[in-house]
């Protein structure tokens, strides 16, 4: 029971933090505070999970948005080294079909280790845009093909890109 409780609390303290470092819109972040700034703690007094919502909508569009520059950077048989630019272009799109349905996967597993709780949806959440925040830094540096001088993020990972 003590390493339940210790193992929560390591979650909540390491985990939660993780999605307030991500820069959103303007707009999201006024409509997720009354003032305009950013508010911590009625991020997580939001019960209806508006912001994050509002939040993980605007990753997931700006991953498309990598993606699909990935998949016509790897349209230029000039892009990169490879012998065969189509079969590393069929193993993108295989990895980012596989990829979606891994992250469905840990989140819902993430999430029913509360699901008693009020927080279920909080953590699905929160590990929505951990991975997915993650994913956009993944498809930017994916094999040799960069596009970080081709794409500037809208939002932002606490990893800067030169610890890649």
Do not use: H
């Not at 909540?12 to 999605?19: E, H, K, V």
């Not at 840990?106 to 993650?134: Q, W």
């Not at 500037?152 to 990972?157: F, G, H, N």
């Amino acid at each position: 029971m003590l390493l339940k409780c210790a193992t929560r609390l390591l979650f909540l303290i390491f985990f939660f933090p993780m999605s307030s470092a991500f820069a959103f819109s303007d707009e999201t972040i006024a409509a997720c505070s009354k003032s305009g700034e950013p508010d911590y703690l009625a991020r997580y007094e939001d019960y209806d999970n508006t912001c994050s919502r509002m939040q993980l909508d605007e990753l997931n569009s700006e991953m498309t948005t990598v993606y699909d520059l990935l998949m016509r950077e790897l349209d230029n048989p000039d892009c990169c080294d490879s012998r065969d630019i189509q079969s590393a272009k069929m193993n993108a799109v295989e990895s980012q079909k596989n990829w979606l349905a891994y992250r469905k996967a840990e989140c819902d597993g993430n999430a029913e280790t509360i699901s008693n709780g009020t927080l279920t949806r909080r953590f699905y959440l929160d590990c929505m845009l951990a991975l997915t925040g993650r994913r956009i830094n993944d498809l930017m540096y994916w094999g040799a093909v960069y596009l970080g001088e081709k794409y500037k993020r809208k939002t932002t990972w606490p990893l800067p890109d030169e610890a890649r």
